[in-house]
């Protein structure tokens, strides 16, 4: 396969292509999910194919085709050309690359046990098992359990000489249990809402959940919630805990810091940002406790890799610091307009996808508080649990996420249980209230497998440390 | 394009392996492009070549599944494999009854040559022309536009032989001025349709009209909603109370509510696949033929889709609404939805408002608050504007609204003669057909700084 490439790569720069770059994937995944002991999903699918992106006259073209033969690739690097130039009847100027080390690598997920080589029958002994637990209660209408696993294989090579070779396993596995009775809908999930957590990794990962101790307990809160009061509304302290932290990291620091958006790309579909770059280094984005790291080498996160799509290593670097706004997520043609080298986020969600900044591991540093001190210390605040809900604006300033369950502190203590409750604000303000971050014995990468961007649509793997956090003054409930 | 014959003698010969009881073979085959602009340049320029052959093996009823983007005759074989050794390891499921059985299909005309021959140059001289508009106007503009074709077949082992070929071309703008903005957007199945200088026009104007937006309070206001707003509302309705599987859970607003009153009388949604006049598509992907399908009918919940596993559950036929086989836990769900319109017209009904709001379009809703209740919350963007004494007075700071889309529909006082085809999700397999809609109250519940 790589002669192949190799050979297209000489026949772009014999057409006179100033950038040009060949990415071969292949992507095995396998989905399982059951629901109510039935197993509605067991999929298996392989999907492979190439994409070639090229810059010539000063734009960009690309063209991808599942098609791997030598001709297939040069009649694909035809189109390429082509759409380049094409795109070149609106230059307003050309676009220009950061330098990058033109790496020869390879990069390998760190696996202990291949989820693919775990035979399927365990995989769904431990799902039904379960959904069984699960679905123990009338009241639990529907009871879902799900693993899902992917394995990436990688071939980028260059232009300018890059030949990396990469091979990702990402695992991952939840449940979710949804009372019904009355006409009122509540549910509980574990480990987290939207088909649970992820990682790189192997099967560990998904043993390391310990997935069935939890069962019992998401059954009877999901009940619980059915006769609980609605959260009262009003301004109160919350606790968020380090699921929805990972979520409020992930809509309002992860996406605005991405420089295409701040520089109108993603207008078209998801909006821009209120991060313009009159801001970097001068904005007060939130208290000095709140610390956010992009970090692409987190053993075991979901955005972890060895390099982006464009060839450029992986790396850790800070967008806030002790409160203040100092760094995007870059590529290569982004990183020139603040005459730096691209910080490594761009990914695509397959061969037939350009790739686009996308979050990495963007992380909310652990604080020094315990979570029983913070607890003791936040009588009467809200403990707001697992993301239901979320919606933001296009700039990512007004932002609403609803979780599934809410707790008045009482004593160091959870005691009323509430339902529906949603929380609102805007992004600077609510991160400026933040007044203490749990330490790192609470702290946790969270896999988020789901991230939409782009058109056409593309789905990125990303993850988010964090811990659980206490903001001040924060208005909870909607008034209706 | 590969054609009905050689697509279908293909799977056959795959599908007389004869691994399982039953056997299907769904094939979705797509030549793409699409020219993304931003500050009135492109800076994308795509085209993708894909296929993907789902099976799906039944051994008595267990059912496995298996996948690839490979047409060779040796991947395809070694996926069916991959399905029936699934389908060996597999439990039970109680609610298969049988993959379908043939049936006729309605003729509809889904393939237009000029979409599909529509190259990256024409599309460059498009969006060029959209943006030497803008220029004249001093706004610059952002957006994107795709166009493409494909090929839709599904064959099972009871005899079922389904093939279809379409092509899809849709357009968005916005437009950017100092401090506003304005939306429009375009969809068909024929390039043809598409008025460029029109769309580029509205969302000029809008961005013209919105400029230095007024800030206005939350809080209940009348309003009129355009078609991509309207839109915006049904898909996320669609998507929690429409289909099957949130029917059977009792989580779906029509849950155990057959029958009754759910919103204003001049309402009714209804799903149509056959309906060549939006972006038809005559079966689903196990080869059921769709139907026009009554959801709300003058206000009252009348029913949902299915696919033929969840219709088996309720003793019911499919109506031909599944989605891939991949996706068979998710049941049926309306890809051709429908909004009735009525006899007003957009300036009519603006004419109406003493004090209101016109919304062009909602960004990034989300429907999973109280799902028994239809409770929405979402923003506005790209030409909120004030209605006041019956004329559009200049635009409005962006509102996120809260509000039970079932509440908020029983105020409909008007909707418009035209309807309009917005884009949705699932693409080219179908979209939302919709009218403006001026409804008495809608709730909104915060406000943002632009």
């Not at chain 2, 030549?31 to 800076?43: K, M, P, Q, V, Y």
Request: proline share 3%.
């Amino acid at each position: 396969m790589k002669d192949r490439l190799k050979t297209t790569i000489d026949y772009l720069k014999s057409k006179g292509a100033t950038y040009g770059d060949i990415r071969y994937v292949r992507t095995t995944t396998e989905s399982i999910k059951v629901t109510n002991e039935t197993v509605d999903t067991l999929a298996h699918d392989v999907d492979q194919g190439f994409g070639i992106r090229v810059l010539i006259d000063g734009a960009w073209g690309f063209a991808s085709s599942a098609i791997c033969t030598q001709g297939e690739m040069k009649k694909v690097a035809n189109r390429a050309l082509q759409i380049a130039r094409a795109s070149a009847l609106t230059r307003r100027a050309e676009v220009k690359l950061a330098e990058a080390e033109p790496a020869v690598d390879r990069f390998e997920t760190a696996v202990v046990v291949d989820p693919f080589e775990i035979k399927l029958a365990r995989k769904l002994d431990l799902l039904l098992g379960i959904n069984k637990v699960l679905g123990k209660d009338s009241k639990i209408r529907v009871a879902e359990s799900s693993m899902d696993f992917y394995r990436t294989e990688k071939i980028f090579v260059s232009t300018e000489g890059a030949d990396i070779e990469q091979t990702l396993t990402e695992s991952g596995a939840g449940y979710t249990a949804t009372a019904v009775d009355s006409g009122e809908v509540q549910r509980r999930s574990y480990p987290n809402s939207h088909r649970g957590d992820y990682g790189t990794g192997g099967y560990e990962f998904i043993e390391r959940m310990k997935l069935m101790d939890h069962a019992e307990r998401v059954r009877e809160e999901a009940i619980a919630l059915l006769t609980a009061p609605v959260c009262p509304s009003g301004p109160r302290t919350i606790i968020l805990d380090a699921s929805q932290m990972a979520l409020q990291v992930h809509e309002s620091c992860g996406h605005p810091t991405e420089l295409d958006r701040v520089l109108g790309t993603e207008i078209s579909l998801a909006g821009g940002s209120f991060l313009t770059l009159d801001k970097l280094g001068k904005l007060r984005y939130g208290s000095k406790l709140v610390n956010i790291v992009a970090d692409a080498t987190c053993p075991g996160g979901l955005g972890s890799f060895g390099y982006d799509d464009e060839g450029v290593r992986a790396q850790r670097f800070d967008l806030v610091r002790e409160g203040m706004f100092v760094g995007y997520l870059t590529s290569r043609e982004t990183a020139t307009v603040l005459g730096q080298k691209s910080n490594g986020t761009m990914r695509a969600d397959g061969w037939n996808r350009v790739p686009l900044i996308r979050m990495t591991n963007i992380n909310l540093e652990p604080g020094i508080v315990s979570l029983n001190d913070l607890l003791a210390d936040s009588d009467g605040a809200i403990l707001l649990d697992t993301n239901k809900s979320w919606s933001i604006d296009d700039q990512r300033l007004n932002f609403q996420f609803g979780v599934e369950a809410a707790w008045e502190i009482r004593g160091g203590r959870k005691t009323q249980l509430y339902k529906n409750p949603v929380y609102t604000g805007i992004t600077p303000e609510f991160w400026n209230s933040c007044d203490a971050i749990c330490n790192r014995d609470s702290w946790h990468i969270w896999g988020v497998p789901n991230c939409g961007k782009g058109e056409p649509m593309q789905t990125a793997r990303v993850a988010h440390g964090a811990s659980p956090a206490r903001f001040r003054n924060v208005m909870v409930g909607v008034d209706q | 394009m590969i054609g009905a014959d050689r697509i279908n003698s293909i799977l056959q010969t795959v599908l007389d392996l004869n691994l399982g009881d039953q056997a299907e073979a769904s094939f979705i085959g797509s030549e793409s492009g699409l020219t993304r602009f931003a500050n009135s340049t492109i800076h994308q320029n795509v085209a993708e070549t894909q296929s993907k052959v789902y099976f799906r093996v039944v051994i008595g009823r267990k059912i496995g599944v298996a996948s690839t983007n490979s047409f060779t005759a040796g991947d395809l074989k070694r996926a069916y494999r991959s399905a029936a050794k699934i389908a060996k390891v597999q439990k039970e499921n109680p609610h298969f009854v049988s993959l379908p059985k043939p049936a006729n299909y309605s003729k509809i005309d889904t393939f237009f040559d000029g979409t599909a021959k529509f190259t990256p140059r024409q599309r460059a001289m498009k969006v060029k022309s959209i943006i030497d508009r803008a220029s004249k106007k001093n706004c610059t503009v952002a957006g994107s536009l795709s166009n493409g074709s494909g090929e839709l077949a599904v064959v099972n082992t009871l005899g079922v032989s389904a093939y279809q070929r379409i092509s899809a071309v849709s357009v968005n703008v916005i437009a950017m001025a100092a401090n506003s903005s304005g939306y429009a957007e375009g969809l068909s199945r024929n390039v043809e349709d598409l008025n460029f200088r029109a769309i580029a026009a509205t969302a000029l104007d809008k961005a013209a009209r919105c400029a230095s937006p007024a800030e206005m309070p939350p809080g209940e206001y009348e309003v009129i909603l355009e078609p991509a707003a309207v839109a915006a509302l049904i898909e996320w309705v669609n998507y929690i109370g429409f289909g099957s599987k949130p029917f059977q859970e009792n989580t779906s607003f029509m849950s155990g509510r057959i029958g009754e009153k759910i919103t204003g009388e001049s309402v009714t949604i209804y799903d149509d696949g056959t309906d060549s006049s939006a972006i038809a598509f005559p079966f689903d992907f196990e080869g059921v033929p769709k139907r026009k399908v009554e959801l709300i009918t003058n206000g009252v919940a009348r029913g949902v889709v299915y696919d033929s596993m969840t219709a088996a559950r309720d003793g019911r036929q499919s109506t031909g609404n599944a989605l891939t086989p991949d996706a068979t836990g998710e049941g049926g769900l309306a890809l051709n939805v429908f909004v009735q319109g009525g006899k007003s017209s957009l300036p009519e009904m603006i004419g109406n408002v003493e004090n209101g709001l016109l919304v062009t379009r909602f960004h990034y809703i989300n429907g999973f608050i109280d799902t028994p209740h239809a409770v929405l919350t979402g923003m506005t963007r790209d030409g909120l504007m004030r209605i006041k004494n019956g004329r559009l007075k200049g635009g409005v700071k962006n509102l996120r609204f809260t509000d039970s889309i079932l509440r908020a529909f029983e105020s409909v006082k008007a909707l418009s003669a035209e309807r309009q085809l917005i884009n949705a999700w699932w693409d080219s397999l179908g979209c939302i057909v919709a009218p403006a809609m001026h409804l008495g109250s809608l709730r909104f519940t915060g406000q943002t700084d632009f």
